[in-house]
């Protein structure tokens, strides 16, 4: 089952949305980022105004954990744009909102204790 998710994440199904959008977060990503989300279904950015690291996985909500010092998860944050949108670009929003307006996104995103919140593996899509 990884080895059918890393081959969609990294390819995709290019011809449906998904895929398109999965294509476009890729386009997005930092190399670093690109080999995270591909190795471990997701990957991480820092936030623009506190310089904390976020882990945003493979999914459309309750998927963005705010990381401690030491890598752990320390606090989930519900948050994606309106709209029934791809699973790709729900991440990218959420990417380049922590990246750019981060104060905004703490201030609106609903808070979840990810300790007893178990990430599922990302399923291929589609």
């Known amino acids: 089952m990884k080895a059918v998710r890393t081959l969609f994440i990294r390819h ?14 890729r386009e997005w990503l930092s190399p670093a980022q690109r080999e995270q989300f591909v190795r471990k279904g997701y990957f991480e950015v820092i ?21 401690a010092e030491t890598g752990h998860r320390k606090v989930g ?10 699973i790709g ?3 990218l929003a959420q990417k380049i909102a922590l990246e750019t307006c981060e104060g905004e996104v703490l201030s ?11 990430f599922r593996q990302a399923r291929p899509l589609g």
């Open 12 to 25: 995709g199904a290019e011809g449906t949305a998904e895929g398109r959008s999965l294509r476009l977060l």
């Open 47 to 67: 936030g623009s105004d506190s310089g904390m690291r976020y882990r945003i996985h493979a999914g459309a909500s309750v998927n963005v954990c705010e990381l």
């Open 77 to 86: 944050l519900c948050f994606m744009p309106i709209g029934a949108l791809p």
């Open 89 to 91: 670009d729900i991440m």
């Open 108 to 118: 609106l995103a609903r808070r979840f204790a990810p300790n007893g919140f178990h």
